[in-house]
């Protein structure tokens, strides 16, 4: 992956290629003999030559250089697994219904429904920040009212992050 110095320098270097080329194709003069045959093109910088595909080499070549950098930057985001151990207390009758449980700080949703112990296991990948504190939030609805409301049981928490740092782990049980 590139540093954000030399992806702006690249960039910068690739627009000022192209702007150049683009500005010699304009400002290029072209030498007529008496004969009314062209002889020469006067390119600034580049001096006399018998056609302009300098200017338009250029301005290529700053378009590769821009294409070029644009497809090295890598546009994944960093990215921490989590694991979530979740129960149903003892005596409960909600182990057949499914559970919601969403990552902060951006909002992942995994679905899982419990098995007949009343336990369920999540596993998906949330956006590691660095520095950031993570808590979870397990939703499981209850009831649905006759206005069509879903009611929800929750639990939330601080997930623990492992001594690896490359896991979260979350436990909790709905009561």
Known sequence: MLSALTYLLAMIGGIAAVVGGVIFLFKQKTVVTQEGQVTDIDIPFLGKVRSNYPSIIVAFIGAAVMIFTVSRVDPTVPTIDLSADVGVAEGSRRSGLPVIIAAVPQQYLGLTTLDETGKGKFDFT?????????????????????????????????????????????TGVLR
């Open 126 to 170: 949330v956006e590691k920040t660095p520095g950031t504190a993570y808590n979870v939030v397990v939703l499981q609805p209850v009831e649905v009212t006759e206005d069509g409301i879903t009611r929800y049981q929750s639990i939330h928490g601080p997930a623990q992050v492992t001594e690896d740092q490359k896991h979260l782990i979350f």
